[in-house]
């Protein structure tokens, strides 16, 4: 069974930051896609930022891009998420999700391209 557990979020003010971390219980993470995603109240869920299963290709949404790092430890099964300079539209439940298909590609950025979910850190930043 596939699970992934988020952690690391909670209430900062406007220019602080936060890591975020997502630990997989995947036997071959290595060779996987892991994406990061955010759903804030009201709005549907936005992808943030994704990368791939060697860390050589990475993929920023705009909003974040400059300000989010994207990384991966292959010996943990975890995936990271540096957040700085955050902003009070970053408040949002954040989600890790992993794409199990593998190869040499543009990270994945659509919902419908993952095959599990988290169950999401939540995210505030104060103004």
């Known amino acids: 069974q596939v699970q992934l557990v988020e952690s690391g979020g909670g209430l900062v003010q406007a220019g602080g930051s936060l890591r975020l971390s997502c630990a997989a219980s995947?036997?071959?993470?290595?060779?996987?896609?892991m994406g990061w995603f955010r759903q804030a109240p009201g709005k549907e869920r936005e992808f943030v930022a994704a990368?791939?299963?060697?860390?050589?290709?990475?993929y920023y949404a705009d909003s974040v891009k400059g300000r989010f790092t994207i990384s991966r430890d292959n010996a943990k099964n975890t995936v990271y998420l540096q957040m700085n300079s955050l902003k009070p539209e970053d408040t949002a439940v954040y989600y890790c999700?992993?794409?199990?298909?593998?190869?040499?590609?543009?990270?994945?950025?659509?919902?419908?391209?993952?095959?599990?979910w988290g169950q999401g850190t939540q995210v505030s930043v104060s103004s």
């Open positions: 999700a992993v794409d199990r298909r593998g190869g040499w590609r543009i990270p994945p950025s659509k919902l419908e391209e993952y095959d599990y």
């Open positions: 995947l036997r071959t993470f290595s060779t996987y896609y």
């Open positions: 990368i791939m299963w060697s860390g050589g290709r990475i």
